[in-house]
């Protein structure tokens, strides 16, 4: 991204309301017996807007996913309606479920179910009640302000230890223009030509072929550069919703509006997946593996997100090891055909860089000067495969033992 | 295995010196600082002997592989030589310290350097010096001992917390005949198309040729079949070396010989397989991923295999926790096509057995129960696929407190 092109996009407040014509809530409305932590979270848009999603590609898939994939077939959407606590996947009556959660919500706001996008988060393989949600939809409704996305973002959660939203603002002839953003991460966090729970607002004008597009082209460098443990959850599921409050020129081609845009809404999901990979389960560290020097997007796609796949090199992080050998093994398993002989590696961090390897064998380096690098809380694995000049970005997190203490009794 | 052929192979002590014509031995050479736990192992065959190895398919291959590989390509060997502690891979000077670990060993035992295997395993990326090598492969070949087995086992170790060692006997036309194995774990193991450290000993008459096929065909359902923590390793190599010492006809097709053989070698490839994973790093259960009810042979491998790797249902099973979820997740993503209304899991132990799912949903299981099935030492994770009836096993462990703190702080 150009330096012009980057100061025309500022982060701002407000989360997925920060954009014209949204509102949002959440609450607990009792599918998690813990009353302090929020377990639903609505979004609403004052007109309907274009809508694009994509989704995991896992075989096993939520209910959820069934019904909003045939929801918004026509690309439009109104109203998001999420619940964590419960994935209501592998569940008998789910797709039931789900339909019912839509129909609640439509006929609370006054709109069509089929305008209304669903999606759960939690435990696999568990009734999820129709009760608590029913009671509870009403009183999120009345709950939507301007003031709500905190609140909502809360409503998503799992084991995530922190909420994460985002906004920004930039111009798209003359007029004020927004993209705001929630996710979930933070463990079964794999995303694999998908991705996790997102739900981005703006209030671009824009067509939905047009956005799908966007959505689509993004993912493969934002969300799918992401893991935290491998596993590529059942119900990932990444929504757009723009209304075109904003009052642009509708976007309905590329062209440079079009380009804004998805400069805007990359800066939106990077900052998403940065902060769903620090707060990965148990993680301590962001990791950011940097690959330079490929001969294509996919060899240095594949390289760089086998190295924050490896659980080597995650726990050696956790450990502030400089434990190279491990990134060199990452590489060589990757399935990406690459020249050992011309691989360099080195670590960055706050405190520094330290060079570890060059043309695929070790160097000389300071232990300790590396010991400070690795002890930051981001981390940069810098991996010039020396056979191009291609380049591509993955994250991740450290494996620490609290990723085994919170999956060791994630149900009990 | 038919009843009749299990009984005609029986487990026998001796390890790899339980095949007539093998002597072996282990030493601490002083490649570890720590003098009580062994760095080299030897193994000597009187007479040559037609010798078939697998190779890991990780692109960054360990020095001593290249060798290995060019020595055995006449398909015959008489001794292997193996050090612990250190990899020799990604050095500028590995293939000539590996040339040389060869020398030094044909030298000693008055053979030529070209029927010498060599292999190296230990951290990644550091010098191999050859001095106390040197000094210490004189020492080995005066303490080879048909009592050996042990301190070759021992000598070949990394994190693992006991020795691999394992012989079977069985008769090939009225002739005694057996096989003996050591292998080494516990991490960097996911072995693909390949495998990791494991050398076996045979006194049957076979043809380098029928080994070869032998070896390939078995590790395709037991060795690659195995994951401790998804890293494939550089180094992973499987030898096989069988001097013809038992006095059987020699086998060079296949047919009822071949077969028994095969099943023979099995045996000892399985139990080490079992071996492996239940000494995972950190590992307190063995996971055994038993998949039925599939279409193909590759489907069903793909399952099982998906399912032992997935870190959220390792730490479950850590956890002792039936988030059976997990499973169904991992058969989800495993990129073999299933249907997913068929699928049936169970938990099975020395405790009992606990049935979780049918049809792809959710069946009302006593909690109770299912901890106390999972809290037993091995596990079997039962897949039925209701698609066929093909089945499949893989092996893995579980994920805990213990693997990150062997990994984070591996070399230091």
């Known amino acids: 991204m150009s330096d012009q092109a980057k100061k025309k996009i500022k982060f701002i407040d407000g989360g997925i309301c920060a954009p014209a014509g949204f509102t949002a809530s959440g609450e607990n409305c009792g599918i998690r017996k813990n009353k302090s932590k929020n377990d639903i979270a609505l979004i609403f848009s004052d007109v309907p807007g274009s809508c694009a999603a994509v989704y995991t590609t896992n075989q096993v898939k939520g ?18 309606i999420c619940n964590s606590g419960n994935a209501n996947t592998c569940n008998a009556d789910g797709e039931y479920i789900a339909r019912t959660m839509c129909e609640l919500t439509g006929k609370a706001l006054g709109i069509s179910p ?14 999820l009640h129709i009760e608590p949600i029913a009671a509870g939809i009403p009183e999120l409704v009345k709950k939507l302000s301007k003031d709500g996305s905190a609140e909502a973002a809360a409503g998503i959660m799992t084991t995530d230890t922190y909420r994460k939203e985002v906004a920004v603002e930039f111009e798209l002839g003359g007029k004020k223009c927004r993209i705001g953003g929630i996710a979930k991460g933070s463990g079964m966090i794999h995303p694999n030509m998908a ?54 020129a509708l976007i309905d081609c590329d062209g440079p509006d079009f380009k804004t845009f998805m400069k805007a809404l990359n800066t939106v999901t990077v900052w998403l997946c940065r902060n769903i990979a620090a707060d990965g389960e148990g993680a301590t560290k962001l990791l950011e593996c940097i690959v330079t020097g490929a001969r294509s997007k996919k060899q240095a796609q594949t390289v760089a997100k086998s190295v924050v796949c490896s659980s080597l090199l995650k726990a050696a992080m956790f450990g502030a090891d400089a434990n190279w050998g491990r990134v060199l093994c990452a590489i060589g398993y990757s399935g990406a055909d690459v020249n050992v002989g011309t691989i360099a590696v080195a670590f960055k961090s706050a405190a520094g860089t330290v060079k570890v390897c060059e043309n695929g064998a070790g160097i000389p380096f300071s232990e300790e000067e590396a010991k400070a ?14 056979s191009g000049k291609v380049r591509s970005t993955a994250w991740g997190c450290d494996l620490t033992y609290d990723y085994v203490r919170i999956n060791g009794d994630y149900r009990t």
């Not at 209910?63 to 998001?80: E, F, S, W, Y």
């Not at 460098?221 to 409050?245: P, R």
């Not at 690098?373 to 020396?386: A, H, P, T, W």
């Open 63 to 80: 209910a959820p996913l069934t019904v909003t994939k045939a929801n918004i077939a026509d690309g439009k959407a109104q109203a998001i």
């Open 373 to 386: 690098v690795l002890s930051e809380k981001e981390i940069e694995i810098l991996v010039d495969l020396g």
């Open 195 to 248: 991705t996790m729970l997102v739900f981005i607002t703006s209030d671009v004008a824009v067509t939905a072929e047009m956005l799908k597009k966007a959505l689509s082209e993004d993912v493969k460098n934002t969300f799918n550069m992401l893991s935290i443990d491998g596993d590529t959850s059942t119900n990932d599921m990444a929504v757009v919703l723009a209304n075109g409050c904003a009052g642009n």
């Open 114 to 127: 089929k305008d209304v996008v669903v999606a759960s988060t939690g435990v696999i393989g568990q009734p």
